[in-house]
T-cell receptor, first 113, second 113 residues
Framework: DGGITQSPKYLFRKEGQNVTLSCEQN?????MYWYRQDPGQGLRLIYY???????QKGDIAEGYSVSREKKESFPLTVTSAQKNPTAFYLC????????????FGPGTRLTVL | AQKITQTQPGMFVQEKEAVTLDCTYD???????LFWYKQPSSGEMIFLIY??????QNATEGRYSLNFQKARKSANLVISASQLGDSAMYFC??????????FGAGTRLTVKP
């Protein structure tokens, strides 16, 4: 089945540790996105990528890093510089163009202790 | 970057009645796409409906319709014949020609039996 996978579903880390969230898609989509969602809030764009080896910062990129070495994969690293990393992280992908909707993964809930 | 505004943090509707969820946006691009997503308590993101900036007619998808008023920069979602399963968070989003896609803060809809 085609879709987007994010792993793991729940992730616990100690404060000060870097952690990498996985996002893989087999939909042959060029564009991929990372959003952060805090409880009861909207989705805030962290980074997005339109093509392999290229990505752009969103509104809240500080403390995060990404890579796009393969079309299928867009991992997000939450670094120790991110002051409040505990949140729900959603990955999405889509075809390029204003008329194409995003397809979302199930999300990773990160808790930093 | 474009800006999306949803001014209704919470809405209540009686089962079988219609409800309108408000969304306004701001952009200088003539070409853009407007989207609505539903997020149940499970956290998954479900695409509902799309409206293109050049579309002359309002989009409809089953019980969902989009009241698109381009001059007012509004794209309100209308849900007809509400069902208990419609209780969820609803997000308005806009995509620009650079494939940047931003979301509003969301509206929590509660359908009363």
């Amino acid at each position: 089945d085609g879709g987007i996978t994010q792993s793991p579903k729940y992730l616990f880390r100690k404060e000060g540790q870097n952690v990498t969230l996985s996002c893989e898609q087999n939909l042959n989509h060029d564009a991929m996105y990372w959003y952060r969602q805090d409880p009861g809030q909207g989705l805030r764009l962290i980074y997005y990528s339109q093509i392999v080896n290229d990505f752009q910062k969103g509104d809240i990129a500080e403390g995060y890093s990404v890579s796009r070495e393969k079309k299928e994969s867009f991992p997000l690293t939450v670094t120790s510089a991110q002051k409040n990393p505990t949140a729900f992280y959603l990955c999405a992908s889509s075809l390029t163009g204003v008329n194409n909707e995003q397809f979302f993964g199930p999300g990773t809930r990160l808790t930093v202790l | 970057a474009q800006k999306i505004t949803q001014t209704q943090p919470g809405m209540f509707v009686q089962e079988k009645e219609a409800v309108t969820l408000d969304c306004t946006y701001d952009t200088s691009d003539p070409s853009y796409g407007l989207f609505w997503y539903k997020q149940p308590s499970s956290g998954e993101m479900i695409f509902l409906i799309y409206q293109g900036s050049y579309d002359q007619q309002n989009a409809t998808e089953g019980r969902y319709s989009l009241n698109f008023q381009k001059a007012r920069k509004s794209a309100n979602l209308v849900i007809s014949a509400s069902q208990l399963g419609d209780s969820a968070m609803y997000f308005c989003a806009m995509r620009d020609p650079d494939n940047d896609m931003r979301f509003g803060a969301g509206t929590r809809l509660t359908v009363k039996p």
